[in-house]
């Protein structure tokens, strides 16, 4: 991080909420805009009327969100790593990156 530190204000679910971070303002208040989206998103389906309750549950949902990502980045770096695997075997022996066995 850069070890600046930023004071962003935030609204979620009506309520004001002073952040303080290394995080640049834009991020903060895109995660903000994230997880008020999710409480409303909670409070909305008519389930839920206590905020506390909502906000728990918005962020069990976006921690399946994140939960899923990892599941897919770990998915691609397999994928690439194969695909490396199998781009290597059609270079010629000295550009394959191989150390000489001898």
């Known amino acids: 991080m ?6 962003t204000k935030v609204r979620i679910h009506g309520e004001e909420y002073t ?3 290394e995080v640049p303002p834009e991020r903060t208040r895109a995660a903000a805009a994230h997880v ?10 008519g389930a839920v009327i206590e905020t506390h ?3 728990i ?6 921690a399946d969100e ?6 897919e980045r770990s ?13 290597r075997r059609w270079l010629p022996p000295g550009k394959r990156g191989e150390t000489p066995t001898g």
């Open 2 to 7: 850069s070890g600046q530190r930023h004071v």
């Open 19 to 21: 952040i303080r971070s």
């Open 36 to 45: 008020d989206e999710a409480i409303r998103t909670v409070m909305a389906s």
């Open 53 to 55: 309750k909502a906000a």
């Open 57 to 62: 549950l918005a962020a069990m949902s976006i």
């Open 66 to 71: 994140l939960f899923a990502m990892r599941g």
């Open 75 to 87: 998915e691609l770096a397999g994928d690439m790593a194969a695909l490396s695997s199998e781009l």
